[in-house]
């Protein structure tokens, strides 16, 4: 879509003040102060996002401005704790579907933003999660029990809890992919995520494949260090490795190019994450005495790069950063690590990207499937706006070349999928 003339941004910035005044009236069962009256939490870095006028955009110019205040009256009429988890999952459940419906085409776009964007999912999740946060119900709510609330819809509503395959031997492939929420918002808050547009456009559907079709399950993970730390990755993609014939985990990676990564590092690097929180450690895992310094993709890289998937160029990404065996100063390696290296960097970098990769593929590993189940990770192409819209301060919240970009990102990861399904098949 074209980029806005003034007079149309100021009718939005008007629909994003009106949004404002509803999201910030919180589901409330009793009033503040009142006697055994929970005490409501401080929004979180990321949800205080939202009260900037770009994620209020976002959410006016697809219809989901709407989702939090409806959230938040279903939650208002709980009466125990019982009824605020049902409501909580269904509510996320709809979200993740309504998201996925819309870009997939079906029912209402809800506005004039492209239907392949990710970025309402994001904005109307944290949205939902402040109402969460800040909820007085008229019954006990300690801590923990609001903590497992905000849980539960978090998981519900990033269709980590709606991968559901055929049952029955046969039928088409098994595929799992895993697609990321935007991230560097403070450096640009207009931000979209390839990978979690591509989990959208994924998701539930059946790809054509030189080996025959492929059923494609999709969920999007959380861009922060403590997630990852509790287990998110393994838990959610535990139950489905067995059953599955190919997993990829994508992530955004470098501009104009993919990269299918061929070692993942047990390094967290430092970068700061959505709640600005830094971390530099090894990977935390469980059992971190058997815990591999290194792991490595079993997806058909060969096959890959060798298929034209797109107008993307295609790497087979084998450099790593370690500290040799005896040495104290990291190291690059362009041909990958070096034997009793520590890691410092995988070829996917020491950010969350790696380590999904890396958490993914010792999994995998861990429950004996390294020779047999193809998986790895695959870093898309920078998503980037079009000329004349590079400035987060003065620019639009999307334009005509950045949704072209992110059309053909999708594509290409489809493309990819298809191809890795038919080279791990040979």
């Known amino acids: 879509m074209a980029p806005r003339s003034p007079r149309v941004r100021a009718g939005f910035l008007g629909l994003a003040l009106a949004a404002c005044l509803s999201l910030t009236t919180s589901a409330t069962a009793a009033p503040a102060g009142a006697a055994g009256t929970p005490t409501a939490e401080a929004p979180t870095v990321e949800e205080r996002r939202l009260d900037g006028t770009v994620p209020r955009e976002i959410l006016a110019a697809s219809g989901f401005d709407t989702v939090a205040p409806d959230f938040a009256r279903a939650l208002g009429a709980a009466r125990s704790y019982a009824q605020a988890r049902r409501v909580v999952v269904r509510e996320g459940a709809a979200l993740w579907r309504r998201a996925v419906d819309r870009a997939q085409g079906r029912g209402s776009a809800g506005g004039e933003l492209s239907r392949d964007d990710d970025r309402p999912l994001y904005w109307a999740r944290l949205a939902m999660t402040r109402e969460v946060r800040s909820w007085r119900p008229g019954f006990a709510l300690d801590a923990a029990r609001r903590q497992a609330l905000t849980g539960d819809l978090e998981r519900a ?236 301060a003065t620019g639009t919240v999307t334009d005509p070349e950045f949704v072209r970009n992110r059309l053909d990102i999708v594509a290409q990861v489809r493309a990819i999928v298809a191809v890795a399904v038919s080279g791990a098949a040979e």
Do not use: C
């Not at 991968?163 to 697609?179: E, F, H, Q, S």
């Not at 690590?337 to 380590?355: D, F, I, K, M, V």
């Not at 193809?374 to 980037?384: A, D, N, Q, Y």
């Open 157 to 392: 509503s990033r269709g980590q809890t709606d991968i559901r395959y055929p049952r029955g031997a046969k039928g088409p492939k098994r595929v799992l992919v895993t697609g990321f929420d935007p991230f560097t918002l403070d450096r640009d808050v207009r931000i979209s995520n390839p990978s979690g547009a591509s989990a959208l456009a994924l998701d539930g559907t059946v790809i054509q494949t030189a080996q025959g079709p492929a059923r494609v399950e999709t969920a999007v993970f959380p861009v922060r260090w403590r997630d990852f730390a509790e287990g998110t990755v393994e838990r959610t993609l535990r139950p489905w490795l067995r059953q599955v014939d190919l997993f990829t985990t994508v992530s955004q990676g470098r501009v104009g190019r993919f990269d299918v990564e061929r070692t993942n590092g047990a390094w967290r690097g430092g970068f700061p994450d959505n709640e600005n929180v830094s971390r530099t450690e090894t990977v935390p895992v469980a059992d971190p005495a058997s815990q591999p310094q290194w792991t490595t993709t079993t997806l058909p890289y060969r096959t890959i790069m060798a298929s034209d998937t797109g107008r993307f160029p295609v790497y087979d990404n084998t450099g790593v950063t370690e500290i040799p065996a005896g040495a104290t100063d990291p190291v690059v390696r362009p041909d990958g690590p070096t034997a009793g290296s520590s890691a410092r960097a995988g070829g996917g970098g020491n950010y969350l990207s790696n380590e999904i990769a890396y958490r993914a593929t010792l999994l995998r590993d861990r429950l004996g499937l390294g020779d047999t189940l193809p998986g790895g990770h695959v870093h898309t192409p920078v998503l980037e706006f079009g000329a004349g819209n590079t400035d987060p």
